[in-house]
């Protein structure tokens, strides 16, 4: 059983910055970010492939977010940049060993969330 803790939300303006952390018991071959928010449906955010280091993202959060890991802490990260309204909203952290089931939002293990609110 993995266990993930998410840490680093909390509230900024617009054009600021958030960096979330991703605390995992064990190592897992795939992780990524997702959010919900209010009256929207669940949101890939990104995915990032611990083996090859291959990183996936969402059209929305292209240019502005980075997802990045710290192997040796099993800490998945992700660095957001230009925050807009829009990107609020409670973001989760996933893992599994099938990159399929993490993709559809399918994945074995979440995190309790972290909430991100960014004002205008």
Known sequence: QVQLVE?????V????????SCAASEYTSYMGW???????ERERVAVFDTDSG????????KGRFTISQDNAKNTLYLLMNSLKPDDT???YCAA????????RGGASYWGQGTQVTVSS
């Not at 303006?13 to 979330?20: M, P, V, W």
């Open 7 to 11: 840490s680093g939300g909390g509230s």
């Open 13 to 20: 303006q617009a054009g600021g910055s958030l960096r979330l």
């Open 54 to 61: 291959t990183k996936y993202y969402a059209d929305s959060v």
């Open 89 to 91: 909203a409670m973001y």
């Open 96 to 103: 599994d060993s099938l990159m399929q089931a993490l993709w």
């Open 34 to 40: 997702f959010r919900l928010a209010p009256g929207k």
